[in-house]
C-alpha cells in the first residue's frame, strides 16, 4: 500500500513515520514544503521517499497524491500573522490535494482537523480549520476526520516544546494571568497510534481525540519545569502586559513562536469532549508525566527541534 502523507515533517509526521515503517505493507511517501524541516527527516530515515513540495501550488506533487493508495493530510498552518497564509496553506493547499486524490487511485483518506473547529475562538488558525474540514466533509472519499487537542511530543517545536525551551533561556517564566486555562494536551504518540489504527481499518466519521486528563495550564508548566528539572521562577504578570509584549515582539519577529491571537486562544475558557478513544482505537492512553517525560528525555529524539 502506498501511504502519502502530507505535511510529514512536522510534528505529528515526524512521530508517526518511525511506527508507520516498521509496518512491511506500507510504501511511505512523505511530503512537506518546509527545507530544513524536510532535511531532518531524510536524515532520520533515508529509507522513505521524502518530497519537498508546496501544496498551495500546482506542480508533479499532484501526479504523486493521484498515485497513493490512502493518504494521511497533516499539513496544516498553525501559526503566523496574516489570514492569507492560513488561506493558502489550509485551504487553497487542501482543494489541490483533494482533486489530486479524487482523480487518482486514492481509496482512503485520513484528516487532522483540530479541535478549534469547537471552540469559542475566532482567529485565522480557527476559521481556516474550520473551512478545511468542511472541504474534507464534502469528498466522496472514503475518509475520517480526526479533531485533537494541544498535541506535544518528540519534535515539539511550537507548543510544549517552545516553552520547555523557553524556560531552559529566561530569568523568569511569565504566565499571563492566573494562569487557571484548562487546557487538555494530547500526547501525540498516542495521536499517532490512534492514525495507524484508522490506517488499518479504514475507519470512518469524526472524531475528538483530547487528552484524557485535564490540567491548568500553570500546572502544566510546573509539570514540564519538573520534569525537565528546571528551577526558573514561574510568575504571574497581568494579560494586558503580556499581550503587550507579544505584539512588540512581532515588530522585530516576521514568524513568532507566539502571537497575540494565540494567546487570546490560550485564556478562551474551552473544554473539549472527552470520548473514549483508547477503547475505540485500540490505543492505550499514556498519563501526562510519563509521556512528559518520553517528551523531553528519550535519549533519541528529544534533543532533535523543528525549525518554525
Not at 498552518?77 to 487553497?92: A, C, K, S
Not at 488558525?125 to 478545511?132: D, G, I, L, R
Amino acid at each position: 500500500m502506498k501511504v502519502l502523507i502530507t505535511g510529514a515533517a512536522g510534528l505529528v509526521g515526524q512521530n508517526l513515520i518511525p511506527a508507520l515503517k516498521k509496518n512491511p505493507e506500507y510504501s511511505i511517501v512523505a511530503m512537506d514544503k518546509h527545507p530544513s524541516n524536510v532535511k531532518i527527516l531524510r536524515d532520520l530515515h533515508p529509507e522513505i521517499d521524502v518530497i519537498e513540495a508546496d501544496l498551495g501550488t500546482s506542480g508533479t506533487w499532484e501526479e504523486v497524491a493521484a498515485e497513493a493508495d490512502s493518504v494521511i493530510q497533516l499539513h496544516a498552518q498553525i501559526g503566523g500573522l496574516t489570514e492569507e497564509e492560513f488561506t493558502r496553506n489550509n485551504i487553497t493547499a487542501t482543494e489541490r490535494l483533494l482533486a489530486a486524490c479524487e482523480r487518482g487511485k486514492c481509496q482512503y483518506l485520513v484528516h487532522i482537523s483540530s479541535s478549534v473547529v469547537n471552540s469559542m475562538a475566532v482567529d485565522f488558525y480557527t476559521e481556516s480549520k474550520k473551512a478545511q474540514e468542511r472541504l474534507v466533509s464534502q469528498t466522496q472519499l472514503k475518509h475520517v476526520i480526526l479533531r485533537p487537542t494541544l498535541m506535544f511530543g518528540w519534535f515539539d517545536r511550537k507548543h510544549l516544546g517552545w516553552l520547555k525551551r523557553f524556560m531552559e533561556r529566561a530569568p523568569v517564566f511569565p504566565i499571563p494571568g492566573n494562569g487557571k486555562y484548562l487546557r487538555q494536551p494530547l500526547y501525540v504518540g498516542d495521536f499517532s497510534a490512534v492514525i495507524e489504527s484508522c490506517l488499518k481499518h479504514e475507519t470512518t466519521g469524526a472524531y475528538d481525540i483530547s487528552g484524557q486528563e485535564k490540567v491548568h495550564y500553570i500546572d502544566l508548566i510546573r509539570a514540564i519545569r519538573r520534569v525537565t528539572k528546571q528551577k526558573t521562577p514561574i510568575v504571574k504578570i497581568p494579560y494586558s502586559v503580556f499581550w503587550s509584549l507579544l505584539k512588540v515582539y512581532a515588530l522585530f519577529d516576521r514568524n513568532p513562536p507566539f502571537t497575540t491571537q494565540q494567546l487570546k486562544a490560550l485564556v478562551t475558557p474551552d473544554v473539549f469532549p472527552v470520548i473514549d478513544w483508547p477503547e475505540i482505537f485500540g490505543v492505550p492512553a499514556t498519563d501526562l508525566e510519563s509521556a512528559l517525560n518520553l517528551t523531553f528525555n528519550h535519549p533519541e529524539y528529544s534533543h532533535v527541534t523543528l525549525e518554525f
